[in-house]
């Protein structure tokens, strides 16, 4: 048995059956990739269980806003802060930041998305030679760590409000050897523009999280380079502790990022499970790779 099966029949074992679907769906590269991830994170057997229980409560938690949300037809609203409830700093340590980097493997439409990312728009990089990348919402640094895996020369800067996400993906870029190249600096976008603009923009599942979404969208916007490459995705019906702004299908998000000044040049929307029940939203993260709209082909 894998370390992984393993580990989940021990400390997440609800997940089983579906982590089995997956290896039949994916395939042995993708759970040996998910494996190396962990070990490479998690080097000691003891981090490794702790990560894998911080998994299960994160999708546990997940897994029942998502049955309220279909019941009410809406998100719940977000617990301030400071409530009980609330998204604090140590709950990302312990549960979200841990259980959102194993969902980009072991959750099949968050998996999906990041083979999009790497097959589809890293290329893309890499043919242009890019060579300053930002990722605002940095969260776990993984499609930052990625970028920079296969852009040797580039140097990337991960924005985050939260100094819990900013140190985890510090700890991320450590763990590949990337520290000389990677920055995480506490910066708002929406407060104040940086004074550098990239030729590469990276911004996963941060929409959602925003009661206008249509503002950050602009300040992406003003913050490439005209011939930059920018990947922006955003989950669809899928509520979480910390969703607030609902996109019910894929039109709504385009129609933002062409407002904002994006052109589309590719896109994958990816379900996390079959059509259940008549009139039952499927959760979906729509990811779209894209270039400012004045760019010719």
Same mark, same amino acid.
């Given at each position: #048995? ?5 580990? #989940?029949?021990?400390? *997440? ?8 679907? +997956? ?21 000691? &057997? ?28 809406? =998100? ?18 312990? +549960? =979200? ?23 589809? %728009? ?21 499609? #930052?760590? @990625? /970028?920079?895996?296969?852009?040797? /020369? ?5 924005? !985050? ?17 990337? &520290? ?7 910066? +708002? ?8 603009? %990239? +030729? /590469? ?26 011939? *930059? =490459?920018? %990947? ?9 502790? !910390?969703?607030?702004?609902? =996109? ?18 590719? *896109?994958? @929307? ?28």
């Amino acid at each position: #048995m894998s370390v992984l099966l393993e580990l #989940m029949q021990e400390h *997440a074992r609800f997940a089983l059956p579906g982590l089995r679907r +997956d290896l039949e769906r994916f395939g042995t590269a993708w759970l040996a990739e998910a494996e190396d991830l962990v070990a490479t994170f998690y080097p000691q &057997s003891s981090l490794q269980r702790e990560a894998l229980r911080a998994y299960g409560r994160f999708t546990i938690d997940t897994m029942r806003r998502q049955r309220r949300f279909e019941q009410l037809g809406r =998100y719940e609203a977000r617990p301030p802060a400071g409530t009980a409830g609330a998204l604090d700093e140590q709950r990302r340590q312990q +549960d =979200y930041l841990p259980g959102l980097l194993l969902s980009h493997y072991l959750w099949p439409q968050h998996y999906q998305q990041l083979c999009f990312f790497r097959e589809s %728009f890293v290329p893309r990089l890499v043919q242009a030679r890019s060579g300053r990348l930002l990722e605002v919402g940095i969260g776990s640094g993984l499609f #930052m760590r @990625l /970028a920079l895996q296969a852009l040797p /020369a580039a140097r990337g800067l991960g924005l !985050d409000l939260s100094e819990t996400a900013l140190a985890f993906s510090r700890r991320h870029a450590a763990r590949y050897g990337l &520290s000389g190249r990677f920055e995480a600096r506490h910066h +708002d976008l929406l407060q104040a523009p940086l004074a550098e603009h %990239f +030729d /590469a923009l990276i911004c996963v599942e941060v929409l959602e999280h925003l009661e206008k979404p249509e503002s950050l969208l602009r300040a992406l916007r003003r913050q490439v380079e005209p011939s *930059a =490459y920018v %990947f922006v995705s955003a989950a669809l019906n899928a509520a979480d502790i !910390d969703h607030v702004h609902l =996109y019910r299908e894929p039109g709504a998000v385009l129609r933002q990022v062409e407002a904002a000044g994006f052109r589309v040049e590719a *896109a994958r @929307l990816s379900e996390g499970r079959a059509q259940g029940p008549a009139g039952v939203p499927v959760p979906a993260v729509l990811a779209l790779i894209m270039r400012p709209s004045e760019v010719s082909t």
